[in-house]
Each structure stands twice: as C-alpha cells, then as structure tokens.
C-alpha cells in the first residue's frame, strides 16, 4: 500500500558549511509520499501534493497518516557503535586503555556464544531505532559470530547497517583473540556471506592499531584491495597514552595514521572513529585519500579523551560523521551526541549551529559511509528511513519551544534538551519500527 505522511518536513540536501540556508529544505505543512517498494516516490507541499492525493486515491489504496505539529527527519546516521558493549554502558573507571582491560574485553569474550549475540543485538537494535538511528556503522567482536548474529538481527528489521568481525592479535586475553591468518580467512567468509545482502555491508574492522600486529593490518589491506566496495573501521588517534603505546609498537612509523597508511588501509570508505589528536601531516593525508573521521562526542568527554576539533577538520576538507561511540560514549541518542558536540566545539571557541549538527547526524553521516545516493535525504528514489520528532514530547519541551522565535533556536532547543522522548516514531522503509506512545494513533483523513 502507498504511504503519505503529513507534517513538517526537514532535509538537507547538502553541506550548510558551504551553502548556508540553502543547504537545507523546511516545509511546514509538507507531504512525504512513500511508495509500496518502500522508498519515496514524491516529497512536497502538501497543498501542491493535495490535488494528486485526492485523485490517487480514488485509483488506489492510499493511507494518509497524519503527523501534523511534529517534524519529519531522515533517521540518524551512527557512524561509529559497539553493539556488544551495550551492556556495559556508562562502566566506571579511568581511561580507554584500562577501561578496555576492565570493562570491555570481559564483556567481548562472552560473543563466542552466537545465541547470546542475537539477544543482545536485539537489545541494541530496539535502543537504536528508540533514539530515531536507522543506520549505523558496528563494531562486532572478534569472532565471526558475533556478526553472524548482527547481521541475522538487522536483516530481520530490514535495516541498512555496516558491521565486521573485529581483527586483534595481540595485547588482549586469549579469549578475544584471532592471528592474522584466521581474522583473514573469518573475514573473508563474512564478506562472502553478508556483504551486500539485503541492506547490509561489511566493513573489514581491526580494533585499533595496538591490538593487531603489523602482519594483521595487511591481511586488512589485503582483504581490502580483494574487496574494494566493503568498508574499513577501525580507531584513530583517540587518547594521548594510546598515541604514545603506537609510538613504541610501530617506531617505523610517521605517526599514529601512517601506521594504517602503510598497511594500505586509507580511501574513501575508511572510516577512522575519533582523530582528536592528529598533526597536520595525519589531517593532510586524511583529506587527500579523502577518508572519514566519526567524531564521537559523548565517548570523547565520558573516556576523558579530548576536544575534537570539527573547526579543523573542515578546514582540511575531511568528510566527518557523528558516532555515539556506545559503550565509550554514554548514551544512545544523537540528541546527546550533538549537545555534547556543540559543548566541545565551544570550548574550543568555535560554532556549531543546529542545522550543520543535524546535516552531521542526518545526511553528513550517509556521506561520510557513501550512502548518500540511498538514505540521509528526502528525494524520490530514496529509502524511507525516517523519524517523527516531537518539539511537544515532554511538558517543558513544549513550555520551551514556545518560547522559541524560529526554526533555528526550536532545533538547537531540540539538540540540546532531546532525547528519546522526542522520537515520536521511527520508520524504516515506510514501516513503522518505533512508536513513543502506543495510544498514539495518527488519523488519517
Ligand atoms: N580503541 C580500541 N578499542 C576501543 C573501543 O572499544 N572503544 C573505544 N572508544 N576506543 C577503542
Ligand atoms: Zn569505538
């Protein structure tokens, strides 16, 4: 059956950074037109649209749903997420090292087991889609089936998601490790088996690079140069004693990037979580094999990390998404990362405006994965993953967004005091995935 929703529509359809206020599409009373195949056939003003409406449906079946006063977003793009560190969210402790040795490889070593896997990816997928994230780039663990479980997960949902088995050799217990040869090999098959299936792809994924020996990191490259439409996921430049522990483990090296370089792990569908602390010759190299950084706000501030520095970043020309980085980052919901991001940005006395925070979260993310051709925007042909927003959610919201002037201080509002109230519901190829309030039925006319 043909889908059409009614409320505000916001969209970007390209970078604010570069074209302001014609970066982004606003249509107060606006139709969102969703075609059986599940992808958007017609987005407009709904008293253009109506006259069509009218005549359809006397043709066809056409359930018109009624989200007048809430606001209508792509959904969030992840770009950087740990689905086996979900139940260890918010661990206390000190920094990453440690807290990796603490907290999370414990954690990892119970994802041998792929029953266990499928509960909790199905865990994650429901905080995912709770918080309005339709899309994410995920960390599994080391072993295939923890992916395996993933995958089986998401495509039950109908999801587009990009996940890999992670790769790690050395410096960790026994029971999150593979070599070089096997995580090759366990790769290998993934790729065969999943990627490009339905909606999902792989994304070759060593940890980070004290965790794998040099002789991994070019099985990575080479499964990559076998490969070249999967994805590479891996951290980057996140805490200063990392930094210093690369130093020693790789003194060939240039710096923390040319490590990854060298292995022949840099392009345009890299994706490089964190960079906080990168020389100029890592933000060079970066732009011009144009790869991507996720920037993970919440993680940064809650692991002690450090300010990213988006102002920079942009100055290079680096694509760069937003990753919630869970269970380092402390909360699922782009809501937190974007507060926590315009947070970092001031202490660095630079601006981050709502609308490049949503552009980031929204189409900025499907750039930054290159799946801007399929999700991230509303144009015809694209997929209908999408969240209704609520600026009403909660009795103070709607106290404080009266007091908004414009659609500027009602979005950054929204950024700074949202949460997963807001989510009013997700949709995910037209279907309804998460509804807030179950009472809450839109009447259609
Ligand atoms: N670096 C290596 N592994 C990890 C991880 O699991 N989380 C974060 N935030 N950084 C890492
Ligand atoms: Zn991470």
């Known amino acids: 059956m043909i889908q059409v929703f009614r409320g505000s529509l ?24 969703v075609g059986e195949s599940g992808l958007i056939e017609r987005v407009g003003a709904y008293e253009q649209l109506a006259g069509l409406l009218i005549e359809q449906q006397t043709e066809q079946q056409i359930q018109l749903l009624d989200y007048r006063g809430k606001i209508l977003l792509p959904g969030f793009v992840d770009c950087h997420i740990h689905y086996p560190q979900t139940e260890m969210i918010a661990a206390y402790g000190t920094q990453l090292l440690d807290w990796l040795q603490t907290h999370t490889f414990p954690v990892e070593s119970r994802f041998s087991d792929y029953d266990y896997g499928v509960s909790i990816a199905e865990r994650f997928v429901t905080e995912l889609l709770r918080n309005g994230t339709t899309t994410a780039l995920v960390f599994g663990t080391v072993h295939p089936q923890s992916v395996e479980a993933f995958f089986s997960v998401a495509q039950q949902h109908r999801l ?36 490009g299936v339905d909606r999902l792809s792989y994304a070759v994924t060593p940890r980070f690079a004290p965790t794998s020996t040099p002789a991994q990191l070019h099985m990575a490259g080479r499964l990559l140069a076998e490969f070249p439409d999967v994805y590479l996921h891996t951290h980057l430049s996140e805490n200063v004693d990392e930094l210093a522990w690369v130093q020693s483990l790789f003194p060939d090296s240039e710096h923390y990037l040319d490590v990854y370089d060298q292995a022949g792990l840099l392009g345009s569908r890299s994706i490089f979580a964190h960079g906080i602390h990168l020389c100029d010759d890592e933000c060079q190299r970066l732009a011009s094999s144009d ?7 919440s993680s940064n501030l809650f692991l002690g990390s450090g300010l990213f520095n988006l ?30 991001a315009y947070k970092i940005q001031q202490l660095q006395h630079h601006n981050l405006d709502p609308f490049r925070a949503l552009y980031l979260a929204t189409l900025g993310g499907a750039k930054a994965l290159s799946l801007d051709n399929k999700i991230g925007s509303f144009q ?66």
Request: charged share 25%.
């Open 160 to 195: 587009r998601m990009i996940a890999g088995k992670v790769m790690m050799d050395r410096h960790a217990p026994e029971s999150v490790l593979d070599t070089a040869e096997t995580s090759y090999h366990e790769s290998k098959a993934l790729i065969e088996k999943w990627h």
């Open 311 to 340: 102002k920079k970043m942009d100055d290079y020309g680096i694509r760069v998404g937003i990753g919630s980085d869970v269970g380092g980052g402390s909360s699922f919901s782009a809501f937190d990362s974007l507060a926590d």
């Open 10 to 33: 916001l969209f970007f359809t390209s970078d604010p950074l570069q074209d302001g206020d014609a970066a982004y599409q606003w249509i107060e009373d606006g139709l969102l037109w």
């Open 380 to 445: 015809p042909g694209m997929e209908a993953d999408f969240i209704v927003m609520d600026p009403q959610a909660t009795d103070f919201l709607a106290f404080r967004t009266a007091h908004c002037h414009n659609l500027k201080e009602t979005l950054f509002v929204l950024n700074t005091l949202g949460d997963d109230r807001v989510i009013a519901a997700t949709y995910i190829l037209g279907q309804l995935a998460h509804q807030r309030d179950s009472h809450h039925v839109p009447q259609g006319e």
């Open 291 to 297: 790869s991507v950084l996720a920037h993970c706000p």
